[in-house]
């Protein structure tokens, strides 16, 4: 039998780690802790926890909290250590970081069939099947190992995303369909503000709240994914003639001109979901909240997804991995973890958790399993799968990736989202016992 290297213990490497040793298997786990540590990283125990100690709401009815569901069902063990040192934190799920770093580590470090080992892997093993979990800090020679096998065009070393909102939050009785100068298929979503509205957007835009960087983060500012603040503080017009140039725009609610008008991408092909045209922003996501409902048809935007801008290692998914987070070129080698292009803890634990389930099976020769759009995980690599491969963007749970359920009550629809979901996962941990 092939043995099994996952490489990288943070969140996604110990889950997935920790499934395949609680089934039975032997697993050989790196990481390079012990011997150096990552900017980002300030202790050696695993699964640390560097930002936020929140993993988001655990209300049945959000996306979040269905996403806990069915990775509990599925028998995540880092949850199960989650919900052992919660903190409290109204309806999130929130953790003393310490303790569950701790927990995740001993629970590791008294395994059989764990074996740690401190180093930095530099190659893959042709005799192994090997799941990659280094996060988006990989080390250099990870990046060199994976350029060589996939090709250096599919890996992003900048993450640069603009906000992605809920289309059903968004004021259609203020925003509209149009291209510019009436040419084209009228793809984008323009919201559009007159003077006074403009300059009161861009007054709090230059005097928002940023996120303060990391040192290994702060670099020169390329032209080609400027943050919108930075461009704006260049003057008022800076943007004006950037991304919310008006030119060539009509508003159909109103007989002036626009003055600025701010442009949304479709991001999924349902439409649920948008994105705000060249918004890649260091705004904190309060701020973001705050000042981007201050354009006209966003005054009650969702944001599904907050802009970032920082330096992060990802793989272009839709391009580089098969539907299982396989690399296309090489199906021993799995891909789990930030690294992949998922966004937040859960998802990190998730694609760690989804990773070792078919190692499993490609071990046992059996097929693979995958979960339909009708769950939350797997709406989420039906997103990564068919995402745009000339623009790929991380991705996190929201209710925007699943198969669009018909309900105009949001409450309703969304008890339909996680009943829907539920018995999906239910109907096939039945069928895998049987």
Do not use: W
């Amino acid at each position: 039998m092939l043995e099994i290297n996952v490489v990288g213990a943070g969140l996604a490497g110990s889950e997935c780690a920790l499934y395949l040793a609680n089934h039975g298997y032997k697993v050989n786990l790196y990481d390079i802790k012990g011997e150096s540590l990552t900017p980002a990283h300030h202790s050696e125990n695993y699964a640390e926890i560097v930002c936020s100690n929140s993993l988001k709401s655990d209300d049945d009815t959000t996306a979040s909290g269905v996403f806990k569901r069915e990775l509990t069902l599925l028998g995540s063990n880092l949850l199960k250590v989650a919900y052992s040192c919660r903190v409290p934190a109204g309806q999130a799920l929130a953790v003393d970081r310490e303790a569950f770093s701790n927990i995740v580590t001993e629970l590791i470090k008294t395994n059989k069939n764990i074996i740690t080992y401190v180093k930095e892997v530099e190659d893959f093993n042709p005799n192994a099947i090997t799941v990659i979990a280094t996060g988006p800090l990989t080390t250099s020679k990870m990046c060199q190992a994976l350029k060589k096998k996939i090709g250096e065009d599919f890996l992003y070393f900048y993450d640069a995303a603009s906000p992605i909102i809920n289309a059903e939050s968004i004021d259609m009785t203020k925003a509209f369909f149009a291209s510019r100068y009436d040419k084209g298929d009228a793809d984008y979503l323009n919201c559009a503000m007159d003077k006074d509205e403009y300059l009161r957007f861009y007054n709090e835009l230059i005097n928002a709240k940023t996120v303060e960087l990391h040192e290994f983060e702060k670099k020169n500012i390329f032209e080609s994914c400027m943050p919108i603040e930075i461009m704006a503080k260049r003057g008022t017009d800076a943007i004006r003639f950037g991304p919310l140039k008006p030119v060539g725009i009509k508003n159909p609610h109103k007989e002036n001109r626009p003055y600025a008008v701010v442009q949304l991408r479709k991001e999924n092909n349902y439409a649920t979901m948008y994105n705000m045209v060249g918004f890649q922003t260091n705004l904190t996501f309060p701020e973001q909240r705050r000042v981007f409902r201050l354009i006209p048809g966003l005054e009650n935007a969702e944001f599904l997804r907050y802009g970032v801008m920082h330096t992060n290692h990802y793989i272009n998914y839709p391009r580089a991995l098969d539907k299982y987070s396989r690399l296309k070129v090489d199906n021993n080698i799995y891909i789990a973890g930030q690294l992949s292009g998922v966004e937040g803890y859960v998802e990190s634990i998730a694609s760690g958790l989804y990773c070792a389930i078919n190692v499993i099976r490609q071990i046992e020769g059996k097929e693979l399993l995958s979960f339909s759009a009708d769950t939350i995980i797997g709406g989420l690599y039906n997103y990564l799968v068919n995402a745009n491969t000339d623009n790929f963007q991380p991705i996190n749970a929201n209710f925007g990736i699943l198969n669009p359920i018909k309900e105009r009550d949001k409450v309703k629809r969304n008890v339909m989202y996680r009943d829907r979901a539920i018995n999906e996962i239910k109907t096939i941990l039945k069928e895998l016992k049987e």
